[in-house]
């Protein structure tokens, strides 16, 4: 196809509709549609959950891949590793369904989408450095294959470009929503790391840690969504407040799922926070449970954690057989449905049944 990157740069407003015109509107029908399809081939339950907006998810795809049309070699081959990996596209999905709650007809939800999606991709390239993960979505990490130097410098690419990108669209708001939450993201990871290894962190500094370092994002997506829908400011907060409790409810379920999970279904090993020194829920809980009888115990294992596996283990089978994970669940069930309970005024419509459905999703999804 015709349309490179850099066109992205000379007109972003004419984007999707160039795009539509180089290679022909049902040749990208047909297009994005496989670019979805392979997308969501590992989630099929996501595949109804995000009903009639799966076509511009397909717009999203081809957008993405734009960035893999870079005349910088390795700015084009880590894009193509990147973006053609199976996420579930769940910011992208909820920013949609929100502009369409409001009715929105335009087509900035396609770029504004993949601007969301892309910050994700380059926090998580970032973060697989920090956090030492060999392996995402059961592939190589990036730093694995190209070294943390180079992906370091990918990962400040893909954020500078999606400012960047932003600052073309038709509101300012909308780069000032993302700078913001991207500091937040950084200012959540940074205090996780800066508290690792740490058995005194409590349950409300590890919500904080979350609602920064995930939540934002989801509440940024779906804040996004509404305002191009012409929300007005009490609807605004309350669709950033329905992301942010949904970004609550996916990372207490990520947590829970590195003490419950598979490692074949995750794509990641499991007990990887634990190797890191990260404290989750699941271990926070353990800690402090019935007065602490289990502290002296995980604390001692835990520091012997690196040099002895069975120590990791026993930490494994306190944990799992103490109520730690149902705890872990009913929290992130807590948060669940909340975002639900703040749909309760709108009107009935596929999309409010969407993201009625979405929390249930995070809730029982197992990778
Ligand atoms: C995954 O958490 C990581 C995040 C949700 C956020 C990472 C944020 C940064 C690296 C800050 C930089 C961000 C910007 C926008 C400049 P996890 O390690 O718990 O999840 P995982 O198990 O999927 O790795
Ligand atoms: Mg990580």
Known sequence: MGLKFRDIDANIHALVATAGYVIGRNEMDAVEAKAIKRTLKKHPELMELYGDIRSDLGAVEKTLQLFADSPNQIISEISEYLFQRSGKRMRPALLMICSRIFDYRGDEHILLSALVETIHTASLIHDDIIDNSEIRRGQDSVHKRWGPNITVLMGDYLYIKTIALSLETSSPEFTRILTDISTQMIEG???????????????????EIIRKKTAALFSAACHIGALLGGADPEQERLFAEYGTTIGISFQIIDDLLDYAGDHK???????????????????????????????????????????????????????????????????????????????????????????????????????
């Open 189 to 207: 990871e940074l205090h996780e790391y800066h508290r690792s290894g740490n058995l005194d962190l409590g349950e409300p500094e590890y919500l």
């Open 265 to 367: 279904t995750l794509g990641k090993p499991v007990l990887s926070d634990l190797s890191e020194g990260r404290i989750t829920l699941p271990m926070i809980y353990t800690l402090n449970q019935d007065g602490g009888v289990f502290r002296d115990r995980l604390v001692k294992l835990f520091r012997e954690k690196d040099d002895n596996p069975d120590a990791k283990r026993e930490i494994l089978d306190i944990v799992r057989s103490n109520g730690a994970l149902d705890y872990t669940y009913q929290q992130a069930e807590v948060y669940a449905r909340r975002a639900q309970s703040l749909l309760s005024d709108l009107p009935q419509s596929m999309y409010r049944e969407s993201l009625y459905n979405i929390p249930d999703y995070v809730l029982y999804r197992n990778r």
